[in-house]
């Protein structure tokens, strides 16, 4: 988590002006290396899992599922209490359900209301985002499959755009990356069913010059769904760290 705190904590000011002005964000994150060492990682388990969670890790049958999975929902509880404040909360009150469309949410209500949850994992790192407004948030590695898949997510228009918009100096599986990252976090915040299609989310616009955590990218995208709750141009805060592509987008409260 010590990564993900600090990259969080330090460059929050920078962070802040990107989302909504009543947005309360919250980062965490586990290092799924440090679980896979653990010692008694049932123990460690039994520490953060309600016993339905609990119930439902125990039945993955692949460790590397039961690392992720784990790992995702410490740092769900972790960014939750974050938002939420006060002292440390037993861990147990935190219970993690995920809807049909695959979203998790906090299914217990605190006083002052439940966070938005959104949960992403990718090259060793589990990390989430609680927010007061709906949110979402990915994370990817780079990876060459990038290339192989591209027309699935990215149009000729887009990619001249990450061409002309981003530094010359990130590769082109980078840049399909950050990309990739971005529109999952809009899939992911914005509560459509079934999921916007990678398709139906159209880059508009790059803001920024270089994606790192001291000075985040700005994408703004449009997502081409005609009927509600698709809402008009989407901002999502986009960097590199850790050799990962790292990208977040909260939703503002509608305007009457």
């Given at each position: 988590m010590a990564f993900v705190q600090a990259i969080s904590?330090?460059?929050?000011?920078c962070w802040q002006h990107h989302f909504p002005p009543e947005a309360r964000l919250r980062l965490g994150g586990v290092v799924l290396s440090g679980l896979e060492q653990c010692a008694d990682l049932p123990a460690l388990a039994g520490k953060y899992l309600h016993p339905d969670e609990l119930g439902q890790?125990?039945?993955?049958?692949?460790?590397?599922r039961r690392v992720e999975w784990l790992g995702g929902r410490m740092a769900a509880k972790w960014a939750a209490a974050a938002v939420l404040g006060g002292p440390e909360p037993n861990w147990h009150d935190f219970v993690l359900r995920t809807e049909d469309a695959g979203r998790p949410y906090l299914?217990?209500?605190?006083?002052?209301g439940a966070p938005c949850i959104s949960i992403s994992h990718s090259?060793?790192?589990?990390?989430?985002?609680?927010?007061n407004l709906p949110c979402g948030l990915d994370i990817q590695e780079v990876r060459t499959k990038i290339h192989t898949v591209r027309q699935r997510f990215a149009s000729p228009e887009e990619e001249a755009l990450l061409h002309a918009g981003?530094?010359?100096s990130l590769s082109e599986g980078q840049r399909l990356t950050l990309l990739w990252s971005a529109k999952e976090a809009v899939r992911k915040m914005v509560r459509a069913t079934p999921l916007l299609g990678f398709l139906e989310?159209?880059?508009?616009a790059i803001h920024g010059e270089h994606p790192t955590p001291q000075e985040p990218l700005l994408l703004t995208f449009a997502a081409e769904r005609e009927h509600p709750p698709c809402p008009p141009p989407i901002s999502v805060l986009c960097f590199f760290a850790d050799n990962l592509a790292w990208a977040m987008a909260c939703l503002p409260t509608k305007k009457e």
């Open positions: 904590e330090e460059y929050w000011p890790w125990q039945g993955f049958s692949q460790e590397k299914a217990t209500a605190p006083p002052g090259g060793g790192m589990a990390a989430a985002l609680a927010a981003l530094p010359q989310i159209r880059l508009l």
